[in-house]
């Protein structure tokens, strides 16, 4: 290599000091808020207001972004048609991924049977636990798949923001983008204003990001000491479960889709670590999406494809809640000793591709889906749903988890797919070779 070769290299990237690590400083958090929990749960019960309003902060900017991001990655993509096959490509993705998750969660049921003994009488089970998700439940149920798709259409774009409705945002953005797109040069204004905006709404999101580990502390204070450290005792073994089952479905089921896509999936989580920490301890995939999506972005992959993907998947590829959903179904006809014939089975697992699309934006979302999902199958008894309430808050922190791991590997997949990832650059990010500014 010559001298002047030496000198064009790029320079590795150097360590960030562990003081200055968010990763570290969420750990450290993670610990505090433990700690603090067990020590003084009067407190730490207090201090949910740090993860309120971490979240409140972090929900404040996810529409804007989003409506930037979709939009100028669609007027900038040029060729409408490739637009809509990336579209059409993450929707036949998102329907294998779920279709795999859904059977995954019904096949770890029966072989371990986690609700086998509890012999549970439901008429000892208190419904007034359930009202408010039952209310919910049948407002979603109620106009079946047409209601479904007229709520994906906002009443105005203004009040899709306003409510932070990433599922309606999209849609205008899309709408925008692509009359954006077709107006050609008289639109370029207005395309460098959005990706003016976009700029200066990722400096704020980095901004934002460094509170984490406050809203981290404040998560898990309050969970250990609202519920304590030994809540999960009553149900862990569908909590542990279903963790090992979130496991099993990255690790093997993802991880021969990125080895299919020239990557390590241990590589792409150790890249994610920080995202992924804070999404366990706030239970909330929505905590981190602008961060992936710009690390997605200075990972190799266009633009275009991560502003399409990332937020459809909010909606459409929720692979650990799909895990969830039949494993819940299951769970509560072992454990209120209701049989389940194949047929059952089936509708489970057809009613479950249309109920998931719904999960995101939800209030109490994974208990409202599994009331819509139930009161579609009369045979097992919708009470049951009592029996999952006390770890839901456990659960949702791997469903949540599970759903980034699984939205963040779509859109590699997908822009693999299309040709619109930059491979050499991603090897050389993941293996710590390249210094990503974010």
Same mark, same amino acid.
């Given at each position: 290599?010559?001298?002047?070769?030496?000198?064009?290299?790029?320079?590795?990237?150097?360590?960030?000091?562990?003081?200055?690590?968010?990763?570290?400083?969420?750990?450290?958090?993670?610990?505090?808020?433990?700690?603090?929990?067990? !020590?003084?749960?009067?407190?730490?019960?207090?201090?949910?207001?740090?993860?309120?309003?971490?979240?409140?902060?972090?929900?404040?900017?996810?529409?804007?972004?989003?409506?930037?991001?979709?939009?100028?990655?669609?007027?900038? %993509?040029?060729?409408?048609?490739?637009?809509?096959?990336?579209?059409?490509?993450?929707?036949?993705?998102?329907?294998?991924?779920?279709?795999?998750?859904? %059977?995954?969660?019904?096949?770890?049921?029966?072989?371990?049977?986690?609700?086998?003994?509890?012999?549970?009488?439901?008429?000892?089970?208190?419904?007034?636990?359930? %009202?408010?998700?039952?209310?919910?439940?049948?407002?979603?149920?109620?106009?079946?798949?047409?209601?479904?798709?007229?709520?994906?259409?906002?009443?105005?774009?203004?009040?899709?923001?306003?409510?932070?409705?990433?599922?309606?945002?999209?849609?205008?953005?899309?709408?925008?983008?692509?009359?954006?797109?077709?107006?050609?040069?008289?639109?370029?204004?207005?395309?460098?204003?959005?990706?003016?905006?976009?700029?200066?709404?990722?400096?704020?999101?980095?901004?934002?990001?460094?509170?984490?580990?406050?809203?981290?502390?404040?998560?898990?204070?309050?969970?250990?000491?609202?519920?304590?450290?030994?809540?999960?005792?009553?149900?862990?073994?569908?909590?542990?479960?279903?963790? %090992?089952?979130?496991?099993?479905?990255?690790?093997?089921?993802?991880?021969?889709?990125?080895?299919?896509?020239?990557?390590?999936?241990?590589?792409?989580?150790?890249?994610?670590?920080?995202?992924?920490?804070?999404?366990?301890?706030?239970?909330?995939?929505?905590?981190?999406?602008?961060?992936?999506?710009?690390?997605?972005?200075?990972?190799?992959?266009?633009?275009?494809?991560?502003?399409?993907?990332?937020?459809?998947?909010?909606?459409?590829?929720?692979?650990?809640?799909?895990?969830?959903?039949?494993?819940?179904?299951?769970?509560?006809?072992?454990?209120?000793?209701?049989?389940?014939?194949?047929?059952?089975?089936?509708?489970?697992?057809?009613?479950?591709?249309?109920?998931?699309?719904?999960?995101?934006?939800?209030?109490?979302?994974?208990?409202?889906?599994? !009331?819509?999902?139930?009161?579609?199958?009369?045979?097992?008894?919708?009470?049951?749903?009592?029996?999952?309430?006390?770890?839901?808050?456990?659960?949702?922190?791997?469903?949540?988890?599970?759903?980034?791991?699984?939205?963040?590997?779509?859109?590699?997949?997908?822009?693999?797919?299309?040709?619109?990832?930059?491979?050499?650059?991603?090897?050389?990010?993941?293996?710590?070779?390249?210094?990503?500014?974010?």
């Amino acid at each position: 290599m010559t001298t002047a070769e030496v000198a064009a290299a790029p320079l590795p990237a150097k360590p960030t000091p562990l003081y200055k690590s968010l990763f570290a400083q969420v750990l450290v958090a993670l610990v505090a808020g433990i700690i603090i929990g067990m !020590a003084w749960p009067d407190v730490a019960i207090g201090l949910k207001v740090l993860s309120d309003g971490f979240l409140k902060l972090i929900s404040m900017i996810v529409a804007p972004i989003v409506f930037c991001v979709v939009v100028h990655g669609i007027a900038g %993509a040029g060729d409408l048609r490739k637009v809509g096959r990336v579209g059409v490509k993450a929707l036949v993705y998102f329907e294998v991924m779920t279709t795999l998750a859904l %059977a995954l969660g019904i096949v770890l049921a029966y072989l371990f049977g986690p609700g086998h003994g509890m012999n549970i009488d439901t008429a000892a089970l208190d419904p007034k636990a359930l %009202a408010s998700y039952a209310d919910n439940a049948h407002k979603l149920q109620g106009g079946g798949i047409g209601a479904f798709i007229l709520n994906i259409i906002p009443s105005t774009s203004f009040d899709a923001l306003a409510r932070n409705d990433v599922l309606q945002v999209l849609f205008f953005a899309v709408l925008f983008g692509v009359s954006l797109s077709l107006v050609g040069d008289k639109g370029a204004p207005v395309g460098k204003v959005i990706e003016a905006a976009a700029t200066v709404l990722f400096k704020a999101m980095s901004l934002i990001v460094r509170l984490a580990p406050l809203g981290v502390l404040g998560a898990v204070a309050y969970t250990v000491g609202r519920y304590g450290v030994g809540s999960l005792k009553q149900l862990v073994s569908l909590v542990v479960l279903f963790y %090992a089952a979130v496991l099993v479905f990255v690790l093997v089921v993802l991880g021969a889709v990125m080895r299919l896509a020239g990557l390590s999936i241990f590589k792409f989580l150790a890249y994610l670590r920080e995202e992924l920490t804070i999404v366990l301890a706030t239970a909330s995939s929505d905590a981190v999406l602008p961060q992936v999506m710009r690390k997605l972005e200075r990972m190799g992959v266009k633009e275009s494809v991560v502003g399409l993907v990332v937020p459809t998947g909010y909606s459409f590829n929720l692979d650990a809640f799909s895990i969830y959903l039949t494993l819940a179904v299951v769970f509560i006809a072992q454990a209120t000793n209701t049989p389940l014939s194949v047929g059952d089975l089936l509708l489970v697992l057809a009613i479950s591709l249309v109920t998931s699309k719904g999960a995101h934006g939800v209030p109490g979302s994974a208990i409202v889906i599994l !009331a819509a999902t139930l009161s579609a199958v009369p045979s097992i008894p919708a009470i049951g749903l009592v029996l999952v309430l006390s770890v839901d808050w456990f659960i949702g922190m791997a469903r949540a988890v599970g759903n980034l791991i699984g939205n963040c590997v779509a859109t590699v997949v997908i822009a693999a797919w299309e040709n619109d990832l930059d491979r050499d650059k991603a090897v050389r990010v993941l293996n710590g070779e390249a210094a990503v500014d974010l």
